[in-house]
């Protein structure tokens, strides 16, 4: 006897085939996701905790973009710095030489370099942003053009004084300044060259040939001015470094904290792909399975047997 299926029946089958598809489809989402949900619905009451510990990775990464940028900043500060030390232990070299020969050749030449070089150190950019101008930063530090200028104008005008350093935070509570100002650096340099430059173009010089006593006792008391002038850009230098210490081992802390942040989120968003996998497998047979049933039984009608 043949059998005829009841309206019921099929409606089953096609239900069964319809949540058969519907696990298919979630089970290849997340072998393609491999996230356990498409959106914060589907993580029910662990979505609040997810929330927040995403808000936390945007600030982690806030902080690391900001210690990257510090770091870079004050490794070019560091170059900065050791040249500018560079050639004011030469300057200090060359005259104690000069005061030795008991000549002043040259010496227009040495302080021209010098300035040159600290004016170059101390106008140093990034980004179109002057590195030791704090604040000030879009304005040049240094702001008088040669050795002349610097002699015949205040030193005051010749160097952007009181200007304050950047602070930024590069972790929830604790805060950096972002670099040294070229105030605080090289003023006494540039003090003991303006007084060289005076010298040189005022009544006692200018320097070249056998030096005066007048001329040699100058050259003599900007010795120990510049001696206090490089133990002082030794002393910005070895700051520098301090701060790029602190922004290394925050930058440390802020990784390690962004590892177990991402380890938290994984364990509540990632999905065990090896389950999945058998999962997808699964489903794919249901379904099939489903999908033969249903054509088996949408035949077994009354109609059939009425045409």
């Known amino acids: 006897m043949d059998r005829v299926s009841s309206a019921m029946i099929p409606m089953s089958a096609l239900a069964d085939l319809g949540k058969s598809q519907r696990a298919l489809v979630e089970a290849a989402r997340q072998s393609s996701a491999q996230t356990k949900a498409e959106d914060l619905k589907g993580y029910g009451r662990e979505a609040q905790t997810l929330v927040s510990a995403e808000r936390l990775v945007a600030r982690t990464e806030g902080f690391l973009a900001t210690s990257r940028e510090l770091r870079t900043r004050m490794e070019l500060q560091d170059v900065a710095i050791g040249r500018a030390a560079d050639i004011v232990s030469q300057l200090r070299e060359d005259l104690f030489q000069n005061i030795g020969l008991e000549r002043g050749e ?168 090896a389950e999945v996998a058998v999962r997808l497998n699964q489903a794919q047979f249901a379904y099939e399975a489903s999908a033969n049933v249903f054509n088996t039984i949408r035949n077994l009608t009354l109609l059939n047997y009425l045409r």
Do not use: C, W
């Not at 002057?130 to 930063?137: A, D, H, P, T």
């Not at 972790?171 to 950096?176: A, L, M, S």
């Not at 303006?194 to 008391?221: I, N, S």
């Open 106 to 273: 040259g010496v227009r030449s040495q302080i021209e370099q010098a300035f040159s070089v600290l004016k170059d150190a101390m106008n140093t950019t990034i980004g179109g942003r002057y590195l030791f101008g704090g604040v000030l930063n879009d304005r040049p530090p240094v702001t008088v053009n040669s050795v002349s200028d610097l002699a015949a104008n205040p030193l005051n005008t010749a160097i952007e004084q009181n200007a304050e350093s950047q602070v930024l935070r590069i972790e929830e509570n604790r805060t950096v300044r972002a670099g040294l100002v070229a105030d605080d650096i090289i003023t006494d340099a540039l003090a003991a060259i303006k007084r060289l430059a005076e010298v040189d173009e005022g009544a006692l010089g200018p320097f070249g040939g056998e030096l005066t006593l007048p001329q040699k006792a100058a050259l003599e008391a900007e010795l120990a001015n510049l001696d206090a002038a490089f133990d002082k850009i030794l002393d910005a230098q070895s700051e520098n470094g301090r701060m790029l210490h602190d922004v290394d081992a925050a930058t440390d802390r802020q990784q390690a904290r962004m590892e177990s942040l991402n380890g938290a989120i994984g364990e509540i968003v990632n999905v065990d792909l």
